[in-house]
């Protein structure tokens, strides 16, 4: 359960979500997409219910929930991000082209979704977020899978996409350095709201020691998986 929440989002800002194991962090995204009601309090997302704008919010889940037996190419993948239903009719085919084209990933779209790597598969699922030109684009642990490479490439294209578009991104991760370098504002969770604001200001050592009980963590914190 989470509580004490109390926080604004500003267009066009970098939240990072940060929390340790079972903080709340997937609870609080499937909340914002709508897929689960909060018991008491109220949200607001893009100025309505969670799920009345859902054609204006981009989502890439976590790695370890993609299914890769889906019977697909990866650009029917990206296109299921465009189309209300398969077998597609009808146009998409630019707005997915152009999505692949976006993340690197244009090589890829004749490549079945089974044979794609866990760093391939992140980029087809961002592809397919970014291809409904999202306002609000949510990431849960879009670093899970992917090498440093791949990972510096994947927040150079986050923050391309956010300049092009001034769209508001939201991303659930354990890496603290991404949230300092990356984030323009901090939630740091522990199945409430511990401190929101600048990376300087959540991720105090006061902060941090309230949310893990400890810092200097003996593991690197980006190699830890969110469970709830």
Do not use: C
Not at 88 to 109: K, P, Q, T, Y
Not at 149 to 164: I, N, P, S
Not at 198 to 219: D, I, M, Q, Y
């Amino acid at each position: 359960m989470l509580r004490q929440l109390d926080f604004e989002v500003p267009d066009g800002s970098f939240i990072a979500l940060i929390g340790p194991n079972g903080a709340g962090k997937s609870t609080l995204i499937a909340t914002i997409l709508g897929t689960l009601a909060p018991n008491r309090g109220s949200i607001e997302v893009l100025g309505g219910r969670p799920g009345s704008h859902a054609a204006a919010v981009g989502y890439v889940p976590q790695g370890k929930t993609h299914d890769t037996s889906f019977p697909a190419l990866a650009s029917d993948l990206v296109m299921t991000g465009v189309a209300p239903s398969w077998p597609f009719a009808g146009s998409g085919g630019a707005a997915v082209a152009s999505a692949l084209e976006r993340v690197g990933g244009a090589h890829l779209a004749a490549r079945p979704v089974s044979e794609l790597s866990g760093g391939e598969l992140q980029r087809v699922f961002l592809a397919r977020a970014l291809a409904r030109s999202p306002r609000l684009l949510i990431l849960d642990e879009p670093a899970t899978g992917i090498d440093v490479t791949g990972e510096a490439d994947m927040y150079a294209l986050l923050e391309a996409f956010q300049k092009d578009s001034g769209a508001t991104v939201l991303m659930a991760t354990h890496d603290l350095d991404a949230a300092e370098h990356h984030a323009s504002h901090v939630l740091l969770m522990a199945r409430r709201q511990v401190a929101f604001g600048t990376p300087e200001a959540a991720l105090s050592e006061s902060n941090l020691r309230t949310a893990f009980s400890h810092v200097g963590h003996a593991h690197p914190l980006g190699m830890v998986h969110d469970d709830a």
